[in-house]
């Protein structure tokens, strides 16, 4: 009698054990969105989103799988066109047989994904969501839906001045300071800091509610900036990239939580961040 293998349809249903689909946003576009459900799993991918050197890098490593936060498929699709970036990805992706599973916000909602990464790497203490409640499971989520599950508040272990804060977050990121922008005093105590990964800038007034000195996110807008100052929260921009790059290392641990030892995860090594870091990497010269 032949040992059960692993089939992509099992990994997309351990996928959702741990971030049910349920938790997305009405806009959202998680879940199976290439899918040979029967084929068995060998190898797995972890990625931030897809492009084609995650595809070939996908190949390369014999992976029959790849599990992304960014949907590589949002909204619908009018046609497949080889010529075009997207539609090259999707065809190639096809013809090797690779399925794509995408996590997006079911993954920064439920407890242990992105937002609690976060908080972890920051060294957060005495977690809770935006409003202020005990982290709930993933169950209680999908009952009693908030905005306000997406992002997570926690105690610095020691109040830090924000300048050291900023510090500590490229520390534990690993950013480029002259990747991140930064609004308020400098010199203002930190105690207790609001965050939510990717775009969340529309949570800082929340933070600010529940007695945050801080809030970081990625993709803060000009005003939203000028908004935290009235509010007086200092805010960081931390990039979208910057937030969310944990998430390849993040599902890996998840997935290999519940897998066989027959399913090997690896968590891509492609940088996909589009800026450059320039300070100091460039003159002007008449």
């Known amino acids: 009698m032949k040992d059960k293998v692993t089939t992509v349809g099992d990994i997309a249903k351990i996928i959702e054990s741990i971030a049910p689909a349920g938790l997305q946003e009405e806009w959202d576009n998680s879940g199976l969105l290439i899918g040979f459900e029967d084929r068995q799993v060998s190898k797995v991918l972890t990625c931030l989103e897809i492009n084609m050197d995650v595809v070939e890098e996908a190949i390369s490593k014999g992976a029959e799988m790849i599990i992304s936060h960014h949907p590589l498929i949002f909204g619908g699709i009018s046609s497949l ?10 065809i190639r992706l096809i013809r090797h047989g690779i399925s794509v599973y995408s996590s997006h916000t079911p993954f920064d909602k439920a407890p242990g994904g992105n937002n609690d990464a976060l908080a972890g790497v920051l060294g957060l203490k005495d977690v809770t969501v935006l409003d202020g409640s005990k982290v709930p499971s ?3 989520m999908i009952s009693k839906p908030s905005q306000m599950h997406i992002g997570r508040i926690g105690k610095l272990k020691k109040p830090l001045r924000f300048s050291q804060v900023i510090d500590l977050v490229c520390d534990e990121l690993r950013l480029n300071p002259s990747m991140i922008s930064a609004a308020g005093n400098l010199d203002r105590v930190i105690s207790k800091i609001g965050l939510c990964t990717g775009a969340g800038a529309e949570f800082t007034e929340a933070a600010a509610q529940q007695g945050c000195e801080a809030f970081i996110t990625g993709d803060v807008k000009y005003h939203q900036a000028q908004d935290a100052r009235e509010m007086g929260i200092c805010l960081i921009d931390a990039g979208h990239y910057g937030t969310e790059k944990i998430f390849p290392a993040v599902m890996k641990i998840q997935l290999e939580k519940v897998l066989e030892k027959d399913v090997v995860v690896t968590a ?15 003159s002007i010269t008449d």
Not at 268 to 282: H, K, Q, R
């Open 138 to 140: 993933a169950e209680d």
């Open 81 to 90: 066109n080889a010529d075009t970036p997207k539609g090259a990805v999707i």
């Open 268 to 282: 891509s090594e492609i940088d996909l961040d589009p800026f450059l870091a320039l300070a100091g990497a460039y």
